[in-house]
């Protein structure tokens, strides 16, 4: 089937590397190649650490792209076009939990050191060249690999500190959460910015003097020196590919140390202490489940304020995916713990705050998408969270309601659940704002919003009375 123009997008992630380029067809993935981005793949699929990295799913699978994949617009000028796996869903490392972050490092570089063994090296380090399968990770940048060279140090070093090592240390030396550190820069933690935290004794924390001090003071000498001068000096120096190797194996035993336990928050128990009784929680399960699998198959579900992850696992019985949605960073470390325990790899758990979900970012603001331009799910959950939203964080119920349906992709069904003023949790939430300040937040309000924006096909008041579930369908 030929290929027109019009059915080709550039992807906007991906144009800092001018030797290759990705770009979507439909739900391909294909990746043009210049010249000698060609002869780099040709002997990386020759290689012996490359396949037996892709058949180990540590690596996307990655092959020369058939031709009737090839439009004009991505065949010319590249010299060879990829096709890769499709990852499920997008993420960005500010989305990710503490465990995520370090697993993702730790493949990072073990795949590093396989490709130095063979002969091969990494173009940059960025946490951005992994994503997930389920609770998987999964190294994507194919165009990063080139053929090392003898006496060179990884050009990786610094955007791997930055994005990965230093986000690390930041929350398992000082207990500060790293997400807030990564959505603000997309190029992550400079040395400069982090170094007055690790002043005295804190000096002496695994990592932080050789990979923050003493990287920074290098980066100040040799900053007025091209990089050419540099990798002179190493060489001149005898700096080695199995000194480099050394450096990367040390750096995982570096990263295997790094760990956060933070202490338990409201939200570690909300299962336990959110009110419901057995016979509400039956229900709910019941109708929930009932609702994912009414109609065609599921290709994404949204479980936004997913918590332990409960309604999470009730869903991928009858999806092919769901991305598990929680604010809490603790909660969602916990929950990927457990996840990665059991090999979950259709379940993705993500730090997210409902009340501000990532925005665009990078680049014109497109580089890094934001959360509402890749989540367009065929079912989304939203189960115990409009009274949070609307009450908790001030937002008007029409917005609330809006902004799920966004979520949904029409057609698409909203699972969505209403808590009404006197229910207990709600009253709480109430308690602590000025009487009479949500005086549209009521049930026959919500169920016409939801009415305005589709069909709601099922409804179902849980035993308690104080709460109810619905099913509705957007857009029809």
């Known amino acids: 089937m030929a290929i027109t123009p019009t059915g080709v997008r550039p992807e906007p992630a991906s144009f800092r590397d ?19 981005a060609a002869e780099h793949w040709r002997a990386l699929a020759g290689s012996t650490f490359f396949p037996a990295l892709v058949a180990a799913r540590k690596v996307c699978a990655t092959e020369d792209a058939p031709s009737t994949l090839v439009p004009a ?7 060879a076009v990829l096709r890769h796996e499709r990852i499920p869903f997008v993420s960005h490392p500010y989305e990710w939990s503490f465990s995520m972050l370090r697993d993702a490092a730790l493949l990072h570089l073990e795949i590093l050191h396989a490709a130095l063994t063979d002969g091969f090296t990494t173009k940059d380090g960025s946490a951005y060249n992994l994503q997930w399968r389920g609770a998987e990770p999964v190294f994507i940048d194919i165009g990063s690999f080139e053929p ?3 006496g060179e140090p990884w050009a990786g070093y610094r955007q791997f500190c930055q994005t990965v090592l230093y986000p690390l240390m930041l929350t398992a030396h000082l207990g500060v959460d790293f997400q807030p550190w990564l959505r603000a820069r997309i190029d992550g933690i400079e040395a400069d910015e982090l170094r007055p935290l690790f002043g005295g004794v804190r000096r002496l924390r695994p990592g932080v003097l050789t990979h923050l001090h003493l990287h920074a003071a290098m980066q100040q000498r040799n900053a007025a020196a091209s990089t050419t001068d540099v990798r002179d000096q190493l060489r001149a120096a005898g700096f080695s590919r199995d000194l480099l190797l050394a450096t990367v194996r040390g750096m995982r035993k570096l990263v295997r140390k790094l760990e956060h336990r933070p202490a338990e928050s ?4 909300y299962q336990r202490t959110c009110g419901y009784s057995v016979r ?3 229900a709910k399960e019941q109708f929930v489940a009932a609702a994912v699998a009414a109609g065609t198959r599921p290709r994404l579900v949204l479980d936004l304020g997913a918590n332990d992850g409960r309604y999470s696992r009730l869903a991928v019985g009858h999806a092919d995916y769901v991305i598990a949605v929680e604010q809490d960073p603790a909660v969602v470390d916990e929950l990927y713990r457990k996840l990665r325990a059991e090999g979950q790899r259709r379940i993705l758990p993500l730090v997210l705050d409902l009340a501000d979900p990532s925005p665009g970012g990078g680049w014109r603001g497109v580089e890094r998408a934001g959360f509402a331009e890749r989540a367009c799910a065929d079912v989304v959950l939203a189960l115990a969270v409009v009274h949070h939203l609307a009450i908790g964080r001030n937002v008007p119920l029409p917005e609330v309601v809006d902004w799920l349906a966004g979520l949904t992709a029409p057609g698409g ?4 659940e209403f808590v009404a003023p006197e229910d207990p949790m709600a009253d709480r939430l109430l308690a602590n704002k000025p009487t009479g300040l949500f005086p549209d937040y009521r049930r026959d309000t919500f ?3 939801l009415a305005a924006r589709g069909r709601i096909t099922d409804r179902l008041e849980l035993p308690s009375g104080t709460r109810t579930l619905y099913r509705t369908v957007m857009g029809g």
């Open 73 to 79: 617009t991505t065949g010319a000028g590249w010299a």
């Open 280 to 282: 509400d929680r039956v």
């Open 266 to 269: 409201h939200w570690s128990d």
């Open 447 to 449: 169920e016409a919003l």
């Open 413 to 416: 069904a909203l699972v969505v």
């Open 18 to 36: 001018p030797a290759n380029r990705v770009f979507h067809v439909g739900d391909e993935v294909l990746r043009g190649l210049d010249t000698r």
């Open 148 to 150: 090392a060279r003898d």
